[in-house]
């Protein structure tokens, strides 16, 4: 069986329904998954869905229990700067990526299926 491989792209203003809506996607997947190791999801945050993986985040546990789940997060570093957001301002467990343009284009050109908030809504 081949590896499945997601990545979302939260860049909304209604972050709190995109969030939502791609972390029950992200527990749905890995949960569906046949094998262990058998899907891998990762969240990209950029622009105004850096709230979602900002300390500070009402969705801070759900952030927590989905990496433990084997969801990986990482956020836009070209975004936390315009948005003045530094490194230790990140949930525990979110990586970075230098961009989220480069990080997407990498990811589909490893056959990764790739869906923006717009398409979780």
């Given at each position: 069986m081949t590896r499945r491989s997601w990545i979302?792209?939260?860049?909304?203003?209604l972050l709190l329904p995109a969030g939502?809506?791609?972390?029950?996607?992200?527990?749905?997947?890995?949960?569906?998954?046949?094998k262990p190791y058998d899907t891998r999801v990762e969240i990209l945050a950029t622009g105004d869905g850096l709230k979602l993986v900002?300390?500070?985040s009402a969705l801070g546990n759900d952030v927590t229990s989905?990496?433990?789940?084997?969801?990986?997060?990482?956020?836009?570093?070209a975004s936390m700067r315009?948005?003045?957001m530094n490194d230790d301002q990140l949930q525990t467990g979110v990586g970075t990526v230098p961009s989220g343009g480069r990080e997407i284009a990498a990811r589909k050109a490893e056959g990764w299926t790739v869906m923006d908030d717009k398409s979780l809504k």
């Open positions: 979302f792209r939260l860049s909304s203003l939502l809506a791609a972390l029950k996607k992200a527990n749905d997947l890995m949960a569906s998954s046949a900002d300390k500070k989905a990496v433990g789940k084997d969801v990986s997060f990482v956020a836009c570093h315009s948005n003045k």
